[in-house]
């Protein structure tokens, strides 16, 4: 299995397509493995030129433990690492959530190594937008379980809440969420991943120094980061352009993909 060396720590990758194509780096949320891009997912972006790289943030997945207090520029620095183990110069950066913001972390702190940024369902940090509701806050902080039935339940629960209202398959839910148990149980690194997401604090200073391509996405129906997240994203970054999705939510089913897709596609041929 192909993992790199950052410092201490292992971080476990695996790339699709052609490594001569434009580089795409998916980063992902909060507590999520690799896997929550799926490999069709990936293919779709293979489809439309990219090389696609997906890994396991440090806590999640097959990645080592982060050491207690890492920062979300840690967690950038994971993306350096793995684009130096694979010899690349340059990416273009797609995260969702937590992923959005080590991305536009990852943007402001190596801008050299940056070719795009693409936000997705994140915010900049500051306190007056991208609130969650109260329901999906209380759900967000409810801690994991070891249980496979029960992370099972927890993971269906939070899709009732914050997922997109229209496209939930709860029985394609229930398998992946099995998937993502059987592969790593590990909930104690995502108070780790928490931490460093609440000490970032706000961003916006510095994205308003920003001069990579920038590309901001939000669903209209997202409950845990409210789409007042993105829009601010938006405004503050130079020229950046912002997509509204109708009946998205904090998550990305395949009835969205093409939606995905199709838009960072034009990103780039925009650029």
Same mark, same amino acid.
């Given at each position: 299995?192909? @993992? ?6 292992? !971080? ?9 194509? +434009? ?11 690799? *896997? ?30 982060? +050491?207690?207090?890492?920062? !979300? ?21 797609? %995260? ?5 913001? *080590? ?26 937008? %991208?609130? +969650? ?28 809440? =914050? ?61 845990? !980061? ?20 109708? %009946?998205?939510?904090?998550? @990305? +089913?395949? @009835?969205? =993909? ?14």
């Amino acid at each position: 299995m192909p @993992y790199v060396n950052n410092g201490d720590l292992s !971080i476990y990758f695996e790339t699709f397509g052609d490594i001569a194509q +434009p580089t795409l780096v998916l980063i992902n949320g909060l507590s999520n493995q690799c *896997i929550a891009y799926r490999s069709e997912f990936c293919e779709l972006f293979v489809g439309a030129g990219f090389h696609v790289v997906r890994f396991d943030n440090r806590d999640v997945g097959f990645s080592s433990d982060g +050491p207690i207090g890492y920062s !979300i520029k840690d967690m950038a620095s994971d993306v350096v690492a793995i684009l130096d183990q694979l010899q690349i110069a340059t990416a273009h950066v797609f %995260g969702v959530s937590l992923g959005g913001m *080590i991305a536009q972390t990852f943007a402001i702190e190596f801008p050299d190594r940056c070719s795009s940024l693409i936000s997705v369902m994140s915010t900049t940090g500051d306190s007056d937008v %991208g609130r +969650p509701t109260t329901e999906a806050r209380d759900l967000l902080m409810t801690p994991g379980s070891t249980d496979r039935n029960m992370a099972i339940e927890l993971h269906l629960a939070g899709k009732r809440v =914050w997922g997109s209202p229209a496209h939930l398959d709860e029985s394609l839910e229930r398998q992946f969420a099995g998937e993502v148990f059987d592969r790593a149980c590990r909930p104690t690194g995502v108070g780790r991943q928490f931490q460093a997401s609440r000490a970032d604090r706000s961003r916006t200073e510095r994205l308003r120094g920003l001069k990579v391509p920038t590309l901001v996405i939000h669903g209209d129906c997202d409950t845990l !980061i409210d789409i007042s997240g993105g829009r601010r994203t938006a405004e503050v970054i130079p020229n950046a352009r912002f997509i509204e999705i109708a %009946g998205m939510g904090h998550d @990305y +089913p395949q @009835y969205f =993909w093409p939606n995905l897709v199709t838009a960072v596609q034009e990103h780039r041929r925009n650029i």
